[in-house]
């Protein structure tokens, strides 16, 4: 038996096919369990682990008072934390911030607290708990698993709108200065941001040009938090948050508009009916700016492209949205009376590019 297997590997080596082994298992072994660590980042988070040391070391029994939770099964947690950078153990049993504790800190400009509470909560990880359900419908699972699609669910459940509202900040705050870097923002007197949550793209624009004026337009619930992002980066006076609904109107003027992460949240149908929107509205001479990731055509085993790939997915079983090909987006842009001009990628450690496109002449 031994030596029939011996016999097939090698002849599977001999025609260039890979030979299952220890590099497989260990290709492998990291993805299965990959889970385990999130949901470990999961209760950090939602505990504020990072938050209660950020003022000095404390024991685990004083962590688990300050949580409510039982001491030893917290300490095995905070074990894992401090593994991960998280958190350190200076002395056995007792607890300070790590190099990485920022991460989790509610407030740091480098924290992420608040995409670990989305994405490893509840009803994100139901979802993908039945990415086969999807996979076999081409349906949404989080609707599903929730009684409501995404959007509709959070306008009903503010703790969790609030969250999404703290996340979508986070993960656009590392895209900020590589976005206004190649936006070419300079060219425009005034620009609205179409579904900007709480302002913190709007804010990083108009700071850098203090020529720009600005426009902010989302959801009551999206636009919660706009007026303290806007104030504190020294730009209020220059900006207007407007409540609305991006597929009914959006407000005509402004020579550039500006669209990130929204488009990949929607079908195609969905999608072309946002961008017929902003073309109705936009000047003849307007511009616009679409800000997202853009998948190649042919995937590399590579971070960014794994991430893309992973989000993709996520759209799948969370919005029926996608991410899409340079290709895929010339054409919905065409499909909504628009021209594809340039695709810039987002300088810096992000997987984000910026579409111009113009009115189809």
């Known amino acids: 038996m031994t030596t029939t297997t011996s016999h097939a590997t090698t002849a599977a080596v001999d025609r260039g096919e890979p030979a299952a082994g220890a590099d497989t298992r260990a290709a492998i072994a990291p993805l299965l369990f990959g889970f385990f660590p999130a949901q470990v980042l999961h209760v950090g988070a939602t505990l504020g682990l990072a938050d209660l040391v950020a003022g000095g070391p404390m024991t685990s029994a004083q962590l688990a008072e300050a949580t409510g939770t039982d001491e030893p099964s917290l300490y095995r947690v905070l074990r894992a934390l401090a593994c991960f950078g998280i958190l350190d153990e200076p002395r056995a049993g007792t607890f300070a911030a790590g190099p990485h504790a920022p991460g989790l800190m509610a407030d740091h400009p480098a924290s992420l607290q608040h995409l670990v509470r989305l994405f490893a909560g509840p009803e994100v990880w139901r979802s993908w708990g039945e990415l086969?359900?999807?996979?076999?419908?081409?349906?949404?699972?989080?609707?599903?698993?929730?009684?409501?699609?995404?959007?509709?669910?959070?306008?009903?459940?503010?703790?969790?709108?609030?969250?999404?509202?703290?996340?979508?900040?986070?993960?656009?705050?590392?895209a900020t200065p590589g976005i206004v870097e190649v936006g070419g923002f300079h060219r425009f007197s005034w620009v609205i941001d179409v579904g900007g949550g709480d302002g913190t793209l709007l804010a990083a624009v108009l700071a850098a040009h203090p020529q720009l004026r600005g426009t902010l337009l989302d959801t009551e619930d999206g636009l919660a938090g706009a007026e303290a992002t806007l104030a504190g980066?020294?730009?209020?006076?220059?900006?207007?948050a407007v409540a609305g609904d991006f597929f009914a109107s959006v407000p005509d003027g402004p020579d550039a508009y500006l669209i990130k992460s929204v488009i990949h949240d929607w079908d195609d149908e969905r999608a072309a009916a946002i961008l017929r929107t902003v073309r109705a509205a936009m000047p003849a001479d307007g511009v616009l700016l679409v800000v997202e990731p853009v998948m190649p055509p042919a995937p590399a085993p590579t971070t960014d492209v794994l991430m893309m790939v992973m989000s993709d997915l996520n759209m799948l079983v969370c919005t029926g949205g996608k991410e899409r090909t340079e290709a895929e987006f010339r054409t919905l842009l065409a499909d909504a009376g628009f021209d594809l001009v340039s695709v810039a990628p987002v300088t810096g450690p992000t997987n984000y590019s910026v579409l111009e496109a113009v009115p189809a002449r």
């Not at 989080?142 to 979508?168: C, I, K």
């Not at 980066?233 to 207007?240: L, M, N, P, W, Y």
């Open 132 to 174: 086969d359900v999807s996979v076999r419908t081409g349906e949404p699972s989080w609707d599903r698993v929730t009684g409501a699609p995404s959007f509709e669910y959070m306008r009903t459940h503010p703790e969790l709108q609030a969250v999404f509202n703290r996340a979508m900040a986070e993960g656009t705050r590392n």
């Open 233 to 240: 980066a020294g730009v209020a006076d220059r900006a207007t």
